[in-house]
């Protein structure tokens, strides 16, 4: 009798145990979920965000160009200024000659 006791006694205790792994398990169950759907929403951000970051760099590389072809202008232009000038000077210089 004893011994039934002691066995009943172990089967309840591991029906118990059993009870709090299963609780355990469903608290785990859910929060994994829970990441599934975080990690799935931030992969959709982060390829939004790539998407952006693609458009963002394109844009900055043609603004970069519109730059340098804007300052090459101006360098062509202030070295026709320069010439200009200097062509004036010479005018003016040969006028005060004569």
């Given at each position: 009798m004893e011994l039934l006791r002691t066995l009943e006694e172990k089967i309840s205790?591991?029906?118990?145990?059993?009870?709090?792994?299963?609780?355990?398990?469903?608290?785990l169950k859910a929060e994994a979920d829970k990441a599934h759907?975080?990690?799935?929403?931030?992969?959709?951000?982060?390829?939004?965000?790539?998407?952006?970051?693609?458009?963002?760099?394109?844009?900055?590389?043609?603004?970069?160009?519109?730059?340098?072809?804007?300052?090459?202008r101006m360098e062509e232009t202030k070295i026709v200024v320069d010439d200009l000038i200097k062509s004036i000077d010479a005018l003016v210089g040969n006028e005060h000659q004569k």
């Open positions: 205790s591991l029906v118990g145990i059993i009870r709090d792994l299963k609780t355990q398990n469903e608290v759907v975080k990690h799935e929403a931030l992969s959709k951000e982060n390829a939004t965000l790539l998407q952006e970051n693609a458009q963002l760099t394109i844009t900055l590389n043609a603004m970069e160009n519109s730059m340098l072809k804007d300052n090459e």
